[in-house]
């Protein structure tokens, strides 16, 4: 599969696994998978517990070539020596982490294999792709007892190719998922969230013709005058025809396609309703090469910035958002469906926000599609997180391909504006270096949309300064701090003065305190709900004194599970600067923010 601008396509190749040495298939990502005619393979699938991979390896540690992934059935009666049996295994739910399943699996970090049958009926001239919308940390598949693939990172959807290996009738798949952290992973070893592991979100089979197109990219052009991009179509010939057409704009283009499958197309864009938060219009779009047909749901917008103005649509914007986790609320566990995603945005919009930012790795893809049709903006995030090896070119390899899987499945949304490389990292040389160079990736990949990170800022005195030289390669800065939590006191807030040393626009990433929901005292006393909205009184008062403020992210919508977080009777193993409980409990914070949001006190525009 080719990518136009950077390539994909080299970067999912060099994914290499210390688990498997033989030859890795690698995986790809198909865009608008969802709109396409799947087989949905999620439900109960059968799983076993191997910590010391032995269902891989022998007793001297060598690949073994009868692993479980063979998925062996002696006949009964028989003397065939076979040490597991998937049919006689228990069950996990797909989609879902396995730690909130089963309770002795909460704290679980190592390998799991998973196995279902299906039926499948191939049909002639059809190519077939498991999906796999993520699989955390690292996942190698077969289809009945053949390898297909493997694939590292935890948020990210791929796809790999089974034409070959399925049959007519019953087959079956199996997934050793392994979410041991890792020091050269991405993210590293610490991180302050739950390392939930398993298949966490859907996973289906897909169909798509022989030629097929696996990647587009449409959108609006700088002076809002027409649409451009290009359809790239699979196993296409030079020559052949792709159509693109808006059916309610009246709008359709024919282009061909190159030697490489690539067509580029214009359309006309007057007379479009432009995509906004207050008017979150979407056009059904047609995509059709021959033999293959496709629909998506896009809106069309610019976003750009002018000095330390964000404009969209050629207007300066506001951005009051809130940060999010991808923690399911009431049940716990990773978000992955329809309701998380309803529960999660309708509390952003009830506290009147009109953009999110998704931290700290690509979220399910529901969760892009509802901020499209409900018009909130969004930052996407990859998960280089604190203090990842920069020096590590393999880490950085890791990286790219998590970038270029986030791309690939999400360039089709209009309400993603920002794509972040990075959280909080360390300002070393060999960081900058690492993470330049992921900024040009995104640029290379997606040259429309802003690149960003969250800074850390470095405190003198009160006075804050925001130096990072990460910040020359950015179009936006994010800039995290804490004061009244990590460092003084709420009142701090009062007197600090901001110093940036970028005239670039400035979201304040994160800012924030813990409160445990209920807990009431004197807005002094730490943990209280008074304690934590005294935070957010101080800190609004003094988002209007930094002259480059364009947008706000506070940490966070909703308390959510951290291992790093132990105070017994306050966190029990939760992050507490949530503006609502996990249980859904609204704490004092969350209606100072609110009536600031809706009344329009905090932030200018320009
Ligand atoms: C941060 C991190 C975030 C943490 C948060 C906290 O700066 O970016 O991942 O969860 O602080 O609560 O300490």
């Given at each position: 599969?080719?990518?136009?601008?950077?390539?994909?396509?080299?970067?999912?190749?060099?994914?290499?696994?210390?688990?498997?040495?033989?030859?890795?298939?690698?995986?790809?990502?198909?865009?608008?998978?969802?709109?396409?005619?799947?087989?949905?393979?999620?439900?109960?699938?059968?799983?076993?517990?191997?910590?010391?991979?032995?269902?891989?390896?022998?007793?001297?540690?060598?690949?073994?070539?009868?692993?479980?992934?063979?998925?062996?059935?002696?006949?009964?009666?028989?003397?065939?020596?076979?040490?597991?049996?998937?049919?006689?295994?228990?069950?996990?739910?797909?989609?879902?982490?396995?730690?909130?399943?089963?309770?002795?699996?909460?704290?679980?970090?190592?390998?799991?294999?998973?196995?279902?049958?299906?039926?499948?009926?191939?049909?002639?001239?059809?190519?077939?792709?498991?999906?796999?919308?993520?699989?955390?940390?690292?996942?190698?598949?077969?289809?009945?007892?053949?390898?297909?693939?493997?694939?590292?990172?935890?948020?990210?959807?791929?796809?790999?190719?089974?034409?070959?290996?399925?049959?007519?009738?019953?087959?079956?798949?199996?997934?050793?998922?392994?979410?041991?952290?890792?020091?050269?992973?991405?993210?590293?070893?610490?991180?302050?969230?739950?390392?939930?592991?398993?298949?966490?979100?859907?996973?289906?089979?897909?169909?798509?013709?022989?030629?097929?197109?696996?990647?587009?990219?449409?959108?609006?052009?700088?002076?809002?005058?027409?649409?451009?991009?290009?359809?790239?179509?699979?196993?296409?010939?030079?020559g052949e025809a792709v159509t693109v057409a808006?059916?309610?704009?009246?709008?359709?283009?024919?282009?061909?396609?190159?030697?490489?499958?690539?067509?580029?197309?214009?359309?006309?864009?007057?007379?479009?309703?432009?995509?906004?938060?207050?008017?979150?219009?979407?056009?059904?779009?047609?995509?059709?090469?021959?033999?293959?047909?496709?629909?998506?749901?896009?809106?069309?917008?610019?976003?750009?910035?002018?000095?330390?103005?964000?404009?969209?649509?050629?207007?300066?914007?506001?951005?009051?958002?809130?940060?999010?986790?991808?923690?399911?609320?009431?049940?716990?566990?990773?978000?992955?469906?329809?309701?998380?995603?309803?529960?999660?945005?309708?509390?952003?919009?009830?506290?009147?926000?009109?953009?999110?930012?998704?931290v700290h790795y690509p979220h399910d893809e529901?969760?892009?599609?509802?901020?499209?049709?409900?018009?909130?903006?969004?930052?996407?995030?990859?998960?280089?997180?604190?203090?990842?090896?920069?020096?590590?070119?393999?880490?950085?390899?890791?990286?790219?391909?998590?970038?270029?899987?986030?791309?690939?499945?999400?360039?089709?949304?209009?309400?993603?504006?920002?794509?972040?490389?990075?959280?909080?990292?360390?300002?070393?040389?060999?960081?900058?270096?690492?993470?330049?160079?992921?900024?040009?990736?995104?640029?290379?990949?997606?040259?429309?949309?802003?690149?960003?990170?969250?800074?850390?800022?470095?405190?003198?005195?009160?006075?804050?300064?925001?130096?990072?030289?990460?910040?020359?390669?950015?179009?936006?800065?994010?800039?995290?701090?804490?004061?009244?939590?990590?460092?003084?006191?709420?009142?701090?807030?009062?007197?600090?003065?901001?110093?940036?040393?970028?005239?670039?626009?400035?979201?304040?990433?994160?800012?924030?305190?813990?409160?445990?929901?209920?807990?009431?005292?004197?807005?002094?006393?730490?943990?209280?709900?008074?304690?934590?909205?005294?935070?957010?009184?101080?800190?609004?008062?003094?988002?209007?004194?930094?002259?480059?403020?364009?947008?706000?992210?506070?940490?966070?919508?909703?308390?959510?599970?951290?291992?790093?977080?132990?105070?017994?009777?306050?966190?029990?193993?939760?992050?507490?600067?949530?503006?609502?409980?996990?249980?859904?409990?609204?704490?004092?914070?969350?209606?100072i923010l609110q009536k600031a949001y809706r009344?329009?006190?905090?932030?200018?525009?320009?």
């Open positions: 599969m080719k990518f136009t601008g950077w390539n994909l396509l080299v970067s999912l190749c060099l994914f290499s696994s210390s688990l498997l040495t033989q030859a890795q298939p690698a995986p790809t990502v198909i865009a608008d998978l969802d709109n396409r005619a799947n087989i949905s393979l999620n439900g109960d699938w059968h799983f076993m517990v191997d910590p010391y991979a032995s269902g891989l390896y022998t007793f001297h540690h060598e690949v073994k070539a009868d692993g479980y992934f063979l998925n062996a059935q002696p006949k009964p009666g028989s003397a065939d020596l076979v040490e597991y049996d998937f049919s006689k295994s228990p069950t996990l739910k797909v989609p879902g982490d396995w730690n909130t399943q089963r309770e002795q699996l909460f704290y679980y970090e190592g390998l799991i294999w998973y196995e279902r049958g299906f039926e499948f009926n191939p049909k002639a001239n059809h190519r077939t792709f498991l999906h796999i919308g993520a699989a955390n940390y690292r996942s190698m598949i077969w289809i009945n007892g053949k390898h297909i693939c493997d694939h590292e990172g935890g948020f990210t959807g791929f796809d790999c190719e089974a034409t070959q290996q399925l049959h007519a009738g019953t087959n079956f798949v199996v997934m050793a998922v392994d979410n041991t952290r890792l020091a050269d992973g991405v993210p590293t070893l610490n991180t302050d969230w739950w390392n939930y592991g398993g298949i966490t979100r859907d996973v289906s089979l897909v169909d798509v013709p022989e030629r097929f197109i696996d990647q587009y990219d449409l959108r609006l052009n700088r002076a809002r005058t027409s649409i451009e991009g290009w359809v790239h179509v699979e196993g296409a010939m030079q808006i059916p309610e704009a009246r709008l359709s283009v024919t282009a061909s396609l190159d030697a490489k499958g690539n067509a580029t197309v214009t359309l006309p864009a007057a007379g479009l309703e432009f995509w906004s938060p207050e008017h979150p219009k979407l056009y059904r779009v047609t995509l059709a090469a021959d033999g293959d047909k496709l629909e998506d749901e896009m809106g069309f917008r610019t976003i750009e910035t002018d000095g330390t103005k964000i404009l969209l649509n050629g207007k300066p914007i506001f951005l009051r958002g809130i940060s999010i986790h991808a923690e399911a609320p009431y049940r716990g566990g990773r978000a992955n469906n329809d309701k998380d995603v309803a529960t999660l945005l309708g509390w952003a919009r009830e506290l009147g926000c009109n953009y999110v930012r998704l529901r969760m892009t599609r509802a901020a499209d049709r409900m018009g909130i903006l969004v930052w996407s995030e990859i998960p280089v997180y604190w203090a990842e090896h920069f020096d590590d070119p393999a880490v950085l390899k890791k990286a790219q391909q998590q970038l270029g899987e986030e791309i690939a499945r999400d360039r089709d949304k209009a309400s993603i504006i920002l794509w972040s490389i990075a959280n909080e990292t360390p300002a070393t040389a060999a960081r900058t270096q690492f993470l330049e160079t992921l900024a040009g990736n995104v640029r290379a990949l997606d040259s429309t949309r802003l690149v960003t990170a969250a800074l850390l800022v470095r405190t003198e005195g009160k006075d804050k300064f925001i130096e990072d030289p990460l910040g020359a390669s950015l179009d936006v800065i994010g800039a995290n701090e804490y004061i009244g939590w990590y460092e003084g006191r709420p009142e701090d807030a009062d007197t600090t003065a901001w110093h940036s040393a970028y005239q670039k626009p400035l979201i304040i990433s994160e800012f924030g305190g813990g409160a445990k929901a209920g807990l009431h005292g004197a807005a002094t006393e730490r943990w209280t709900e008074e304690y934590q909205a005294s935070i957010y009184k101080h800190q609004l008062g003094m988002f209007n004194r930094i002259p480059q403020l364009r947008g706000l992210s506070p940490w966070i919508l909703m308390d959510f599970r951290s291992p790093v977080r132990q105070l017994p009777g306050v966190q029990d193993g939760y992050n507490r600067k949530g503006l609502i409980s996990e249980k859904g409990e609204k704490k004092q914070a969350f209606f009344e329009g006190t905090v932030g200018k525009p320009e």
